[in-house]
Nanobody, 122 residues
Framework: QVQLVESGGGLVQAGGSLRLSCAASGRTFRNYAMGWFRQAPGKEREFVAAISESGGSTSYADSVKGRFTISRDNAKNMVYLQMNSLKPEDTAVYYC???????????????WGQGTQVTVSS
């Protein structure tokens, strides 16, 4: 089992950057693939990025490709989402999630954090 806590959200102007962090508990963190998802008001939760257990494989939504970078530090039980060139449409609550095996499908993830708000002003 793993518990997840996100941090790093906030208010930023369009074109700015934020780095989200997700701290995971448990000694088996390295066994989990990790994903970042987001949910804007009135919209369904959507996939943002995912990273394999070792960090050797990553996947991104087309809407963030080239602007966002997912990474992990298994020694520190941390996963990160570096967000650059932010746009107002990136405004959402961002969640990190964990599962065995990489996936872009939110319903396949069994462990979720509480979320962190990202607001991008125009």
């Amino acid at each position: 089992q793993v518990q997840l806590v996100e941090s790093g959200g906030g208010l930023v102007q369009a074109g700015g950057s934020l780095r989200l962090s997700c701290a995971a508990s448990g000694r088996t963190f390295r066994n989990y693939a990790m994903g970042w998802f987001r949910q804007a008001p009135g919209k369904e939760r959507e996939f943002v990025a995912a990273i394999s257990e070792s960090g050797g494989s990553t996947s991104y939504a087309d809407s963030v490709k080239g602007r966002f970078t997912i990474s992990r530090d298994n020694a520190k039980n941390m996963v990160y989402l570096q967000m650059n060139s932010l746009k107002p449409e990136d405004t959402a609550v961002y969640y990190c999630a964990a599962k065995y095996g990489v996936s872009t499908l939110s319903y396949e993830y069994g462990y979720w954090g509480q979320g962190t708000q990202v607001t991008v002003s125009s």
